[in-house]
Every structure is written in C-alpha cells, then in structure tokens.
C-alpha cells in the first residue's frame, strides 16, 4: 500500500489565490482527517470524516476554509482567499474502523503539504 | 483547550541513554497515543494504551499511564541517532468521537 497520498507537497502562492490541497487515503480506511500544523499553534484539528460525511468542522478557521470528500479514495481542502496567516504546513490521515474495546482511531499520516502565503 | 502537554519541550541526551517524555491531559479519556514526527515528514503512530491499562511495551518503548493524574510518560531505552524526532501525545476524550487532539510535542535529539 502506497499509504496517504498528498498532493501538491510544497505550494507557494500569493494572497487572495485559491488554494486546493488533495488527499488520497489508504484504500479501505473509512475515517479521514485534515490537521494543520504551525510553530504556533502545533498540530490542529481542522474537520474529519467518517464514511465520507463530515462529522466535525469546528476546526475549520473561517468559512475561507472548506473540505470534501466526494468519495472514499479522495478529499480536497480549499482555501479561497488565501492570506499569509495560513501558511502551514497541512496534513491528511485517514484511519480504519475505531477499536470495538478502546474506540481507539490509530491514524496514519501522509506526508503533508507545506503551503506558503506570500 | 483539552490539548495535551508535553514535558519537556526538548530533550537532549547521548545515545545510549534513556529518554523519558511525559504527557499531561485535562479532561477524562478513552485512550492516550503516542506518536513520532521525523523533520519534514508526516507523523507516525508509535504505541496506544487505553484507559484501564497502566504500562505498555513496544519492543524499546515503554508508555504509562496514570488516569487519575491524568498523564502519561513515554520511555525509550537505549536511545539512538535514529530516534532524533518529535514525540507527541494524541488522546481521544470521552464523548469526543473520533477526534484525536495532539499535544505540544517534546523534540528529542540524541547525539552521538
């Protein structure tokens, strides 16, 4: 198995461009999962779903910030406008059913997207 | 928050050496995470424990877990080069579905 795929790795664009960030997760994994990470804040949450529904958003910073998963191999992260407080470096997991003793979601990451605002 | 903290934030030790990371939480949960962070690269799950369980080993890795303290420690005996990353906690809190929420991370340098 590849593992997650993240797509594009590094993205460098300037304020007010639309940014798509894409995410391709283990085949058979039915939970995913967008986290932010920054120096500042560390790693944060951003939304996640399961079965492709969203479950949670409340990460998500501001209504700039939007996700999707169409289907089971694949989600997109958009931000449109795009400012330089949001340059970060962006991670995808997905993780398979949740532990029937512990409800435990052991996640795998991709390798991240390193977007920069200018 | 309900994020969890780790302590210390860096850690530099000699290989060899044992390396000793603890974790603090703030509300109840159903199960603690530990995960590593190579420079530039994605994290990667290490060990999980689960709320009625008390100590964990994972080849040189040893997690416990004090509930009623809330917090956790993460050991690794006889450290290597290759063990140079972050260490971060992740817990999933009772009634927050699936959401897992990282802690601050402590950064491990080992030296040779």
């Known amino acids: 198995d590849a593992g997650v795929i993240q797509s594009p790795r590094h993205e460098v664009t300037e304020m007010g461009q639309e940014v798509t960030l894409r995410c391709k997760p283990i085949?058979?994994?039915?939970?995913l999962f967008w986290y932010r990470q920054t120096m500042m804040r560390g790693l944060e949450l951003l939304i996640y779903?399961?079965?492709?529904?969203?479950?949670?958003d409340s990460g998500m910073p501001e209504d700039r910030f939007s996700a999707k998963m169409p289907n089971a191999s694949f989600s997109t992260l958009k931000i449109q406008p795009s400012e330089p407080r949001d340059s970060a470096v962006y991670f995808c997991?997905?993780?398979?059913?949740?532990?029937?003793?512990?409800?435990?979601?052991?996640?795998?990451f991709g390798a991240g997207s390193r977007l920069t605002v200018l | 928050s309900q994020q969890g903290e780790e302590d210390p934030q860096a850690l530099s030790i000699q290989e060899g050496e044992n390396a000793t990371m603890n974790c603090s939480y703030k509300?109840?949960?159903?199960?603690l995470q530990w995960y590593r962070q190579n420079s530039g690269r994605g994290l990667v799950h290490l060990i999980l424990?689960?709320?009625?369980?008390r100590e964990k080993h994972s080849g040189r890795l040893r997690v416990t877990l004090d509930t009623s303290k809330k917090s956790s420690s993460l050991l690794i005996t006889a450290s290597r080069a290759a063990d140079t990353a972050s260490y971060f906690c992740?817990?999933?809190?009772?009634?927050?579905?699936?959401?897992?929420?990282f802690g601050t991370g402590t950064q491990l340098k080992v030296e040779l």
């Open positions: 997991a997905s993780s398979p059913h949740r532990d029937p003793i512990s409800g435990a979601n052991v996640l795998t």
């Open positions: 085949s058979g994994h039915n939970s």
């Open positions: 779903f399961n079965n492709n529904v969203p479950i949670d």
């Open positions: 509300t109840s949960i159903n199960n």
């Open positions: 424990i689960r709320s009625n369980e």
């Open positions: 992740a817990t999933a809190f009772t009634g927050g579905g699936n959401k897992l929420t």
